[in-house]
């Protein structure tokens, strides 16, 4: 019976790695076609996205299967309880995706902007981060998910940054503003990104440690 609680839990794992996966994937696709003005790509990524969330939903039946006829105790039971809301998490990372990706579709249909170099360090720090925590999920690295929460602050000062720049990019331009405000909603999608990978970091203290999740990182 352990042996085969024991393999369920690996199996658990496995699939949260693989919406995790998913879910990386899609972000990073979605961005290259923001880049390359690739509506292909970012139509890719929208449809995409019901798989993310079907995998959701096997890992949340999965996980009140286990805690309903297994009743695990300590880490087990943090294991479980933190890969649910870590899911839920990566599911949204798969909807912010998706919001990029649809950005994406309507710049591929207008005059481009000039880059921002900042968006695309915000752009390249979000996916680090989400990478770095997905990374530390499988491995219980708790200083690698303590470097993720670090990592948040600078995505929020990069963020501000964008948004001021669009803000002042607006005043200038006024005939940009539509594709300024988009610029700003891109940057708050990254933004969030980092938040939500951010939170899967905090989940992993609380599965290896046992820590307050509210408490590990500088937010929740």
Same mark, same amino acid.
């Given at each position: 019976?352990?042996?085969?609680?024991?393999?369920?839990?690996?199996?658990?794992?496995?699939?949260? @790695?693989?919406?995790?996966?998913?879910?990386?994937?899609?972000?990073?696709?979605?961005?290259?076609?923001?880049?390359?003005?690739?509506?292909?790509?970012?139509?890719?990524?929208?449809?995409?996205?019901?798989?993310?969330?079907?995998?959701?939903?096997?890992?949340?039946?999965?996980?009140?299967?286990?805690?309903?006829?297994?009743?695990?105790?300590?880490?087990?039971?943090?294991?479980?309880?933190?890969?649910?809301?870590?899911?839920?998490?990566?599911?949204?990372?798969?909807?912010?995706?998706?919001?990029?990706?649809?950005?994406?579709?309507?710049?591929?249909?207008?005059?481009? @902007?000039?880059?921002?170099?900042?968006?695309?360090? @915000?752009?390249?720090?979000?996916?680090?981060?989400?990478?770095?925590?997905?990374?530390?999920?499988?491995?219980?690295?708790?200083?690698?998910?303590?470097?993720?929460?670090?990592?948040?602050?600078?995505?929020?000062?990069?963020?501000?940054?964008?948004?001021?720049?669009?803000?002042?990019?607006?005043?200038?331009?006024?005939?940009?503003?539509?594709?300024?405000?988009?610029?700003?909603?891109?940057?708050?999608? @990254?933004?969030?990104?980092?938040?939500?990978?951010?939170?899967?970091?905090?989940?992993?203290?609380?599965?290896?440690?046992?820590?307050?999740?509210?408490?590990?990182?500088?937010?929740?």
């Amino acid at each position: 019976m352990e042996t085969h609680f024991h393999h369920q839990l690996e199996t658990l794992k496995l699939r949260v @790695l693989e919406m995790g996966a998913l879910a990386d994937k899609a972000v990073e696709k979605a961005l290259r076609a923001l880049a390359e003005r690739n509506y292909v790509l970012a139509e890719e990524v929208m449809e995409g996205d019901a798989r993310v969330n079907e995998l959701q939903c096997e890992v949340d039946e999965r996980s009140l299967r286990l805690l309903a006829l297994d009743q695990p105790m300590a880490k087990d039971l943090r294991f479980i309880v933190g890969s649910i809301h870590i899911v839920t998490n990566l599911e949204r990372a798969g909807d912010q995706a998706v919001n990029i990706a649809e950005r994406a579709v309507l710049f591929a249909q207008r005059q481009p @902007l000039d880059r921002y170099p900042v968006f695309d360090e @915000l752009a390249e720090i979000t996916l680090d981060m989400l990478r770095k925590a997905l990374q530390a999920y499988n491995t219980g690295d708790t200083e690698l998910a303590a470097q993720v929460c670090a990592m948040d602050a600078r995505a929020d000062t990069l963020n501000l940054k964008v948004l001021k720049h669009y803000i002042e990019f607006m005043i200038q331009e006024s005939r940009a503003v539509e594709r300024a405000v988009h610029m700003i909603i891109l940057g708050k999608c @990254l933004e969030r990104i980092g938040d939500l990978a951010t939170n899967v970091a905090e989940y992993v203290q609380f599965i290896v440690k046992g820590v307050n999740v509210k408490n590990s990182c500088r937010r929740t």
